[in-house]
């Protein structure tokens, strides 16, 4: 299936590993040209090198933090000099640990700024660059916890579902000039994030992370195992494609069985 993403243009945060990373990659090998962010800029500038010259297309690395102005700022900007962006995915976004009755302010807001404001700013600034070049796609990475959460961690499953919400809203805000929106809601994928947690979390019993994983999987999963990046990539590529032209506005859970809702 040609999906026509031959020649756009992708900007996509938290590129540099994970999920974003497998995005970057399955947008590549459509022939995207890409701006990839993300805080880190070696590890980003080396897969920006590698997928530039893996699938000939353009890389471009931005080393910002989404969760600032000043950084939001420096990724609208490199992709204007790219002539400017068709694709936004608003990725960059990391889990949380606390309960609410602890949690100080400081870290509601920063969770705000990162998995909310990033992608207000974002589509204030990429959207017009959009519509000058005939329409595009912003994608949302929020997560299941977004309508099914899991309780260690209120603070993301509530930014989560704020996104959720921002997403909705600003699809018909944006579908006039043809931009279509759409948030994604993935299950357990499997990320060196939830790798490092693993080994961390059985370092004292004997080290068996595996055993570990595969336990959550068991508990969370109809499946009963986790999905790799690239299976949640492909749904994040399809819907950036025009064979996608009638999705604006929906979520599209991507949880190998784990929502426990129709
Ligand atoms: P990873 O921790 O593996 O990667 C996160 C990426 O985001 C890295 O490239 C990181 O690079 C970047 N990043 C983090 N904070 C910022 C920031 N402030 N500014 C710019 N870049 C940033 O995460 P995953 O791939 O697992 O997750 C990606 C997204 O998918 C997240 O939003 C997450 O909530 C969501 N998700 C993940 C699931 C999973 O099971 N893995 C399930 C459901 C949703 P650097 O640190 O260098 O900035």
């Not at 020649?7 to 974003?20: C, E, F, L, N, R």
């Not at 990320?191 to 595969?214: F, H, M, R, S, V």
């Amino acid at each position: 299936m040609d999906l026509g993403l031959k020649g756009k243009i992708g900007v996509i945060t938290g590129a540099s590993v994970g999920i974003g990373l497998a995005i970057a990659e399955g947008l590549a090998a459509e022939g995207t040209n890409l701006v990839l962010a993300a805080r880190g800029g070696e590890r980003l500038e080396a897969e920006a090198a590698r997928i530039g010259e893996k699938y000939g297309v353009s890389a471009t690395a931005v080393a910002a933090d989404v969760a600032t102005v000043a950084g939001t700022e420096a990724i609208i900007a490199a992709a204007a000099e790219k002539g400017g962006a068709d694709i936004l995915i608003n990725n960059a976004g990391t889990g949380s640990n606390e309960t609410v009755m602890e949690a100080p302010d400081e870290k509601w807001q920063a969770y705000w700024d990162l998995h909310v404001m990033a992608a207000v700013r974002l589509a204030r600034g990429i959207a017009p660059q959009m519509k000058r070049r005939g329409g595009g796609v912003i994608l949302h990475n929020a997560s299941i916890c977004a309508i099914q959460p899991l309780w260690y961690e209120p603070i993301y499953n509530v930014s989560k579902s704020a996104l959720m919400m921002f997403s909705k809203t600003l699809s018909t805000e944006l579908i006039p000039d043809n931009i279509r929106v759409n948030c994604v809601n993935a299950g357990l994928i499997l990320t060196p994030d939830w790798i490092k947690t693993a080994k961390q979390l059985t370092a004292e019993n004997g080290g068996n992370w595996e055993g570990y994983l595969q336990s959550v999987a068991n508990e969370h999963a109809a499946s009963k195992r986790f999905g790799t990046p690239e299976e949640l990539a492909n749904v994040f590529v399809f819907l950036s494609s025009e064979r996608a032209s009638y999705c604006i506005g929906s979520t599209y859970f991507v949880d190998g069985g784990m929502l426990k809702t129709i």
